[in-house]
C-alpha cells in the first residue's frame, strides 16, 4: 500500500508553545487528509478533514483556533496545536486519501506523539 | 448518525485458538463499508480486511475474515489459527458514502497466550 509519513513521531514541549506536525503522503497525491487524536487506552477521534487548497472541516468540539490544519499541496497537511496545554498531550495520527484510478483507499501515518510539560 | 460499537474491551486467547472481535455498527446510509485495524503497541494501525455493503461474499484475507451479517449489522473479525504476535489493540471501523469520514469503534485488547 502507499506510505504516509509524519513528523515528528514524538515531540515533548512546554506549556504555551505551539507544535507543527506534518503528515506527507510519500508516493501519491492525497485531495483529502484526515486528522485523528487518541488518548491513552482509548479510540481514534476524528479531529478534522483537510481538503487541499481548502479551509478544513473541524469535528464537533474540536477548536479551529487551536488546531490550525493547513493542507497546502497535494502530498502535505500540517496540525499545529497552538498555546499547547499539558490536556493536549495526545497520540496524533494522520491519513491521507488516494482517489485514483476509481480507488477510494486510505492509508494512515505512524502517528505523532505528543507531551506538554 | 453513524456508530460502531465494540463490546469487547478485552479478551484472551491461547495461542492457535480461533478468536472472535465482534462489531456492530449503524448507518442510514445504504453505501458503507466496514474495516479491521490492528495497533500494536508502536501506535501504527494496519490495515487488515475490508467489507463493502454491497459485497456478495464475507471478505478474506489470509488468517483474517469478515464475518458479515447485514441485516444484524454486525461485522464480526474471525482471527484463525491466533499467534503470539497477533496480540493488539483491535479496531473495527465504518466509512460512509456520504461523507466519506472513517470513524472507529472503542476496540479491543486481545492478547494471545502461549
Known amino acids: 500500500g502507499a506510505v504516509v509519513s509524519q513528523h515528528p513521531s514524538r515531540v515533548i514541549c512546554k506549556s504555551g508553545t505551539s507544535v507543527k506536525i506534518e503528515c506527507r503522503s510519500l508516493?501519491?497525491?492525497?485531495?483529502?487528509m484526515f486528522w485523528y487524536r487518541q488518548f491513552p487506552k482509548q479510540s481514534l477521534m476524528l479531529m478534522a478533514t483537510?481538503?487541499?487548497?481548502?479551509?478544513?472541516?473541524?469535528e464537533q468540539g474540536v477548536e479551529k483556533d487551536k488546531f490550525l490544519i493547513n493542507h497546502a499541496s497535494l502530498t502535505l497537511s500540517t496540525l499545529t496545536v497552538t498555546s499547547a496545554h499539558p490536556e493536549d498531550s495526545s497520540f496524533y495520527i494522520c491519513?491521507?486519501?488516494?482517489?485514483?484510478?476509481?480507488?477510494?483507499?486510505?492509508?494512515f501515518g505512524p502517528g505523532t506523539r505528543l507531551t506538554v510539560l | 448518525a453513524q456508530k460502531i460499537t465494540q463490546t469487547q474491551p478485552g479478551m484472551f486467547v491461547q495461542e492457535k485458538e480461533a478468536v472472535t472481535l465482534d462489531c456492530t455498527y449503524d448507518?442510514?446510509?445504504?453505501?458503507?463499508?466496514l474495516f479491521w485495524y490492528k495497533q500494536p503497541s508502536s501506535g501504527e494501525m494496519i490495515f487488515l480486511i475490508y467489507?463493502?455493503?454491497?459485497?456478495?461474499q464475507n471478505a478474506t484475507e489470509g488468517r483474517y475474515s469478515l464475518n458479515f451479517q447485514k441485516a444484524r449489522k454486525s461485522a464480526n473479525l474471525v482471527i484463525s489459527a491466533s499467534q503470539l504476535g497477533d496480540s493488539a489493540m483491535y479496531f473495527c471501523?465504518?466509512?460512509?458514502?456520504?461523507?466519506?469520514?472513517?470513524?472507529f469503534g472503542k476496540g479491543t485488547r486481545l492478547h494471545i497466550l502461549p
Open positions: 491519513s491521507a486519501r488516494e482517489l485514483a484510478g476509481g480507488r477510494n483507499e486510505q492509508f
Open positions: 508516493d501519491f497525491q492525497a485531495t483529502t
Open positions: 483537510s481538503n487541499e487548497g481548502s479551509k478544513a472541516t473541524y
Open positions: 448507518t442510514s446510509d445504504p453505501s458503507y463499508g
Open positions: 467489507q463493502g455493503s454491497y459485497d456478495q
Open positions: 471501523a465504518m466509512r460512509a458514502r456520504r461523507d466519506d469520514k472513517i470513524i
